[in-house]
Every structure is written in structure tokens, then in C-alpha cells.
């Protein structure tokens, strides 16, 4: 069955850190990988990847798609508290149904 | 550009009761998707429709899960009869139709407590 898998499951970190956040895939199939941010609410949209070794770019938000290895990493620079969310990771099939993972828990401590 | 309309937002039910959800599309979403959030988890893919037909619904419990799209704009969700592990945050996306490239939005969600 295919799936996605985000690691780490949660992160503690200090205001100014750097974090790298992990999504792998196992799909027969592929057409979009996407990022988005869950904080006490629905899910808001931070980046769509479709081609493999092209970095997306927003303020201190980063995420490149490495389709030869089936993964995704979203970093994000200097944190500020403001970045404690749940971050999600999904991916389009031909279909267009979106499979996500169960998303990396992000805590910025003052 | 109005988003993605849920209600109601939250929901207190005991179980074996029955409950409806319903969503309204950004206007000229073709795709409405049903998603199922269970707390600590990732949205998980109920129902999916393209206009009034459904595209996938391989996870939709349905012995006891229903949805609708009749005229092809607003869904709604239906459990009948609810259990205790119904209890979450069941969200509706709606994208524009066709191939990929385009991302969903999402409404606010409702949060269903199951007693």
C-alpha cells in the first residue's frame, strides 16, 4: 500500500534554529508533493513540488522534492514561535486523491 | 475570493446517534474532497467527487458513512450510527478540476465529539 511517512514525528526547538523536516514516499505513482501548515485549524498551503531538484522558496521557508529517492524536505530558518505547528506532508496521485502523513508536531520555544 | 464553508463547526453527539455535515466549495471547484482527522494524525481521504461523481471512496466506512454531492456544488456527510471512534475533525477541500498543479483549500473543519 502506498503511504507517506514524515520524520520526525515532533521537534523542540529554540527561537533562531534551523529545522529540516522529512517526508518520504513509497507510490507507484506521482504527480505533486505538498507542504502545508496545521496550526488549531485547517490545514493552510505552503508549497507544491512537482519537479525533482527545484527548491520552492517563501521568506525562511524552504522545500525541495528529490524524486530519485522518493523524498521531501521542508526547512525552515531562524524559527520564531510563530512556526509551532503541525506540519504536513502529502502527495497527489494520478487521480487526484492527496495521501498524508501524520505530520511533524514543531514547537519553537522562546 | 470567499473560502471553503463548513457547518457546523462543532458537534456533540452520543453514540449510535446520528449526525450530518456539510460543505460549500469555493464556487467553481469541481473537486470536493471529504478528509477524517483523527487528533495526532494526518487528514485521511474519506470520499472524493468530481462534480456530482464520486472519484474515490475506497476509506469510506460504508456500512455506516454516507456522502452526497447532489448537484454538484455543496456535500454533505453522514453518519449513521455514529461510535466512539468517529470522534474528530472532519474537513472538506475543494480544488479546481483537471490535472494536477492546482492545491486544494480547506474549510475550518468540524469537530465531532462522539460520547
Known amino acids: 500500500e502506498d503511504k507517506v511517512v514524515q520524520s520526525p514525528l515532533s521537534l523542540v526547538v529554540h527561537e533562531g534554529d534551523t529545522v529540516t523536516l522529512n517526508c518520504s514516499y513509497e507510490v507507484t505513482n506521482f504527480r505533486s508533493l505538498l507542504w502545508y501548515k496545521q496550526e488549531k485549524k485547517a490545514p493552510t498551503f505552503l508549497f507544491m513540488l512537482?519537479?525533482?531538484?527545484i527548491e520552492k522558496k517563501s521568506g525562511r521557508l524552504s522545500s525541495i522534492l528529490d524524486k530519485k529517492e522518493l523524498f521531501s524536505i521542508l526547512n525552515i530558518t531562524a524559527t520564531q514561535t510563530g512556526d509551532s505547528a503541525v506540519y504536513l506532508c502529502a502527495v497527489e496521485f494520478p487521480g487526484n486523491q492527496f495521501y498524508f502523513g501524520t505530520g511533524t508536531s514543531l514547537t519553537v520555544i522562546p | 475570493e470567499a473560502g471553503v464553508a463548513q457547518s457546523p463547526r462543532y458537534k456533540i453527539i452520543e453514540k449510535r446517534q446520528s449526525v450530518a455535515f456539510w460543505c460549500n466549495p469555493i464556487s467553481g471547484h469541481a473537486t470536493l474532497y471529504w478528509y477524517q482527522q483523527i487528533l495526532g494524525q494526518g487528514p485521511k481521504l474519506l470520499i472524493q467527487?468530481?462534480?456530482?461523481?464520486?472519484?474515490?471512496d475506497s476509506q469510506l466506512p460504508k456500512d455506516r458513512f454516507s456522502a452526497e454531492r447532489l448537484k454538484g456544488v455543496d456535500s454533505t456527510l453522514k453518519i449513521q450510527p455514529a461510535k466512539l471512534e468517529d470522534s474528530a475533525v472532519y474537513l472538506c477541500?475543494?480544488?479546481?478540476?483537471?490535472?494536477?498543479?492546482?492545491?486544494?483549500?480547506f474549510g475550518p473543519g468540524t469537530r465531532l465529539t462522539v460520547l
Open positions: 477541500a475543494s480544488r479546481v478540476a483537471g490535472a494536477g498543479g492546482n492545491e486544494q483549500f
Open positions: 512537482t519537479s525533482s531538484g
Open positions: 467527487f468530481q462534480n456530482n461523481g464520486v472519484v474515490d
